[in-house]
């Protein structure tokens, strides 16, 4: 079993950055690829980013590429979303994803971040 806790959102100004974090309290991340997915209101899931084990491959959506970054800290059992720049179009619920298959497969329970004025 793989149990993942999420934190840092909140509300950011346009331009701001915050920094979530998605600590696995049970299990252990070492040998999972990472994913983060952020979902609006009305809207559905959208993949956003993903890490494969160890970050030797790290691939981004177009709309945050260079403004978003995925890293892993394996000594503290989390990884990291970190957010540059934001806009107001990045309001959503954050989840991170841990699977490796199907009967593997873990989210966090979301954390919400907030971009306005």
């Known amino acids: 079993q793989l149990q993942l806790v999420e934190s840092g959102g909140g509300l950011v100004q346009p331009g701001g950055s915050l920094r979530l974090s998605c600590t696995a309290s049970?299990?252990?991340?070492?040998?999972?690829?990472i994913a983060w997915f952020r979902q609006s209101p009305g809207q559905e899931r959208e993949w956003i980013g993903c890490?494969?084990?160890?970050?030797?491959?790290?691939y981004y959506q177009d709309s945050v590429k260079g403004r978003f970054t995925i890293s892993r800290d394996n000594a503290r059992n989390t990884v990291y979303l970190q957010m540059n720049n934001l806009k107001p179009e990045d309001t959503a619920v954050y989840y991170c994803?841990?699977?490796?298959?199907?009967?593997?497969?873990?989210w966090g329970q979301g954390t919400q971040v907030t971009v306005s004025s």
């Open positions: 994803n841990a699977a490796r298959d199907n009967q593997n497969n873990y």
């Open positions: 890490s494969s084990v160890n970050d030797r491959f790290v």
């Open positions: 049970s299990g252990t991340l070492d040998f999972y690829p």
